[in-house]
């Protein structure tokens, strides 16, 4: 996970692969703590305040790097101002992720006719986030509950919303989750990354 500067990497181990898996980044009062299937991981967090720019669902852009996420992704939300964790917790696992206090970003929790050809922000159009597909990015009804749908990314292929007040997270609290089905594991799979470069 990356937040214009903060990124989190655990070990392998703490990941499995093509199986899904819950991951959350939370930050409260300044320290970052990475989630995997509701266990606190040792994780090495490195991190700046978000000056805004770009945000990447399974991309990682830098003037140096690009990493790419390799797998599925269900239910990318992004919390702006809330922790929403603070302890281990057990994930939601047969229930939809959905819009809470303060969700600026919903991906991809419902079935529906229109994630044929396009992509929705769905944190009930309280943002009205526009994603834009790049690559070889595709849907379908493949999900940790369900007949849900979930995105297929992998190298060069991506998610973005352009740049936008309500995902710049600053310096403050802020939750960044989702299920993730990883088709391997590199050191950095990078699932959500926001910065003004690339």
Do not use: C
Request: aromatic share 12%.
């Amino acid at each position: 996970v990356q937040d214009n500067g903060v990124t989190a990497t655990t070990a392998a181990g703490n990941v499995p692969i093509n199986a899904w898996t819950h991951v959350a980044a939370v930050r409260t009062s300044g320290a970052t703590q990475l989630y995997v299937n509701g266990i606190a991981v040792g994780a090495t967090i490195t991190q700046a305040p978000n000056a805004g720019g770009y945000a990447y669902i399974g991309r990682m852009s830098s003037s140096t790097v690009q990493q790419y996420f390799t797998g599925y992704i269900s239910d990318l939300r992004v919390i702006k101002g809330n922790a929403l964790y603070t302890s281990n917790f057990v994930p939601p696992i047969n229930s939809q992720l959905t819009a809470v206090a303060n969700t600026q970003l919903l991906t991809l929790q419902t079935n529906g006719s229109h994630n044929n050809s396009t992509f929705k922000d769905q944190s009930y159009f309280s943002s009205n986030n526009v994603i834009t597909r790049s690559g070889n990015v595709t849907n379908g009804t493949f999900s940790p509950y369900g007949d849900n749908w979930s995105t297929y990314t992998s190298s060069g292929s991506y998610l973005s919303v352009p740049d936008t007040a309500v995902l710049q997270l600053g310096g403050g609290n802020f939750t960044i989750e989702g299920w993730f089905n990883f088709a391997s594991f590199a050191t950095n799979q990078p699932i959500y990354d926001q910065r003004n470069n690339g």
